[in-house]
């Protein structure tokens, strides 16, 4: 019979496609709006600029295009903020329906104060800043990049055509390279990003209100890629050395990105060819990886893609070990031991999609500005494609980061490596064996466009409690559990027989595995559910993975790029 957790975790990770729905229709009417909002300023752009565009009519139209942009932006905060209101009771509610559920006898469950669950949910930081913080930043961005096409099209003496599609982008590219598209592409991974804040939030409100019930939280990761860095790129080892990543071996001592401390490798891998983007610094270094590869921002983790967009710098050397040592360390990377970084690549079509990258400058003429490294950050240079390299990925314990050409960069396996781990609950001790979430208060999101869930691990003793009896709906015959007379049947005491009934149908943990294990377990017709028929079809019998149904960003890839990318597997799925 299965066990009230297994029961539990069962209809959690299904509800995680309820949860992808809602965020998949709350992202489409956010695009929508604010495509209607892109086309009132490609008509205004029109209307105001002319043969004479002067620099002071540029900074008087963007003071007007500022003031609509930050109407703009407050109704998208606005609208998204009524939306995860509603979504966080409904999420509260799905918890406390599943106790219901998979519990054969009632329990008694604390209700949540909807001012406390309001409050976590819109002032609880995540990705290093709460919601209204993550709009400000895209109202920032979108005004600099806005600002930057404009600037760069005047001093080009481009005509009114050619900044608009400099703004807007071009129809060939489904409007993909224009400024206006990052701002789409930065709306999208908020919207996205808070969605699962909000989802985990709400749930670990209401466990915060029932905690008697429950040992711990089980971080449980969905649908997740791999981040990976080019062969020679170059990471600190304990010892001071820089080496390339290609000859880390498991069990070298490298320095923690995070701690700065001598921590070992846990594992490494080559992943074979995959696109690559190259981040620039404005102090001379570069770090070629994965388009999102995360570094260390002041807001959090943030994809190489994105650092442009964000205007962010990211955590140097300095912050991560002593200064002697930073010194050195700086010094003997810069110019990476004598090599060169690559020449500038011509990015095709396709690549274009698969990376979803297009290339961007931090900030134009940044030499003759002399931007510096400061308080431990350097500023970005640019980030530009690199074309397909080899690319590795390394897992370091506990950090789960580590010091790559003179910056803090994350190891892939963020989510992977918290798969399975436990959250603790109180001061309750984990059940034995169980793996602790490091860091213990570590909630999703952990990264942008984070799908990881938290899920409850029901604890048998806090369901029970001293009851003498229970009824066991799950049986035909309402059975019940009579734990007084199994007792003095048995000649045991009634606390070994509770543990024993506990055991047998609380269970402690469900098994350990991944998304992808658990739904390859379930049945043809939910995962087309959750796929589609066509995705199904290729993930049952073309031997696809998830991770191959999405795209860098966290993205659903169509048929028609699934058939482009994995032809083998539609043969393999006669499709």
Request: charged letters at 30%; aromatic letters at 6%; one cysteine or more.
């Amino acid at each position: 019979m299965t066990t009230f957790n297994e029961a539990f975790f069962d209809e959690s990770l299904r509800h995680a496609t309820d949860v992808r729905r809602f965020t998949i229709g709350e992202v489409a009417a956010i695009l929508e709006l604010l495509e209607k909002a892109d086309q009132q300023l490609v008509k205004k752009l029109r209307s105001r600029i002319g043969p004479r565009f002067t620099m002071e009519r540029l900074q008087n139209l963007l003071k007007d295009l500022g003031a609509a942009r930050a109407v703009t932006m407050s109704a998208l905060r606005a609208r998204l903020r009524g939306r995860l209101a509603d979504f966080a009771k409904q999420e509260v509610e799905f918890e406390a329906g599943v106790v219901q559920t998979v519990v054969p006898f009632k329990v008694e469950l604390a209700t949540v104060n909807l001012n406390t669950l309001q409050s976590a949910i819109f002032n609880r930081p995540f990705e290093g800043a709460p919601l209204r913080g993550w709009f400000k930043t895209l109202e920032v961005a979108d005004m600099r990049n806005l600002s930057r096409a404009l600037q760069t099209g005047i001093a080009n003496g481009e005509s009114v055509d050619q900044m608009v599609r400099r703004v807007a982008g071009t129809r060939a590219r489904r409007f993909a390279d224009g400024a206006l598209s990052m701002t789409r592409r930065n709306a999208e991974a908020v919207v996205r990003t808070s969605v699962n804040h909000v989802s985990n939030t709400a749930r670990e409100v209401f466990w915060d209100a029932n905690e008697d019930i429950i040992q711990a939280l089980r971080w449980t990761s969905t649908l997740d890629g791999r981040t990976c860095l080019v062969a020679e790129s170059k990471v600190l080892s304990s010892n001071g050395d820089w080496r390339n990543i290609k000859d880390i071996e498991v069990g070298d001592m490298v320095v923690g990105g995070v701690s700065g401390q001598p921590r070992c490798v846990t594992g490494r891998a080559c992943y074979g060819e995959k696109v690559t983007v190259l981040v620039e610094t404005v102090d001379g270094g570069f770090i070629q990886c994965t388009p999102d590869h995360l570094f260390l921002t002041p807001i959090g983790w943030a994809e190489a893609r994105s650092l442009c967009d964000l205007g962010l710098p990211v955590r140097g050397a300095s912050e991560s070990f002593s200064r002697d040592e930073s010194e050195v360390g700086r010094s003997r990377i810069s110019g990476h031991d004598g090599c060169q970084a690559p020449n500038p690549v011509v990015q095709s079509e396709n690549e274009r999609k698969e990376s979803g990258f297009v290339f961007r400058s931090r900030v134009a003429g940044y030499v003759e500005r002399e931007i510096r490294p400061r308080d431990g950050w350097t500023e970005i240079a640019s980030v530009r494609y690199s074309g397909r390299a080899p690319v590795y990925d390394i897992e370091v314990e506990e950090d789960h980061s580590f010091v790559c050409a003179g910056v803090v960069v994350h190891n892939s396996a963020i989510c992977q490596a918290r798969d399975g781990a436990l959250k603790p609950v109180g001061d309750k001790p984990l059940p034995n064996g169980a793996r602790r979430l490091d860091p213990p208060d570590a909630t999703p999101p952990a990264h942008p466009n984070c799908r990881s869930v938290l899920v409850a691990v029901l604890d048998g003793e806090g369901l029970l409690g001293s009851r003498p009896f229970i009824t066991d709906k799950r049986r035909p015959d309402e059975r019940i559990a009579d734990f007084r007379a199994e007792a003095r049947r048995s000649g045991k005491s009634i606390v070994d027989v509770r543990k024993a009934w506990q055991k047998e149908n609380v269970g402690t943990l469900p098994a350990e595995t991944t998304y992808n294990e658990w739904l390859g377990k379930q049945s043809a017709s939910f995962q087309d559910e959750v796929l589609g028929k066509t995705k199904g079809a290729l993930f049952r019998r073309g031997d696809l993975s998830l991770d191959k149904f999405v795209d860098r960003r966290g993205n659903e890839l169509t048929i028609t790029d699934l058939r482009g990318r994995h032809p083998g597997a539609f043969d393999a799925a006669n499709i």
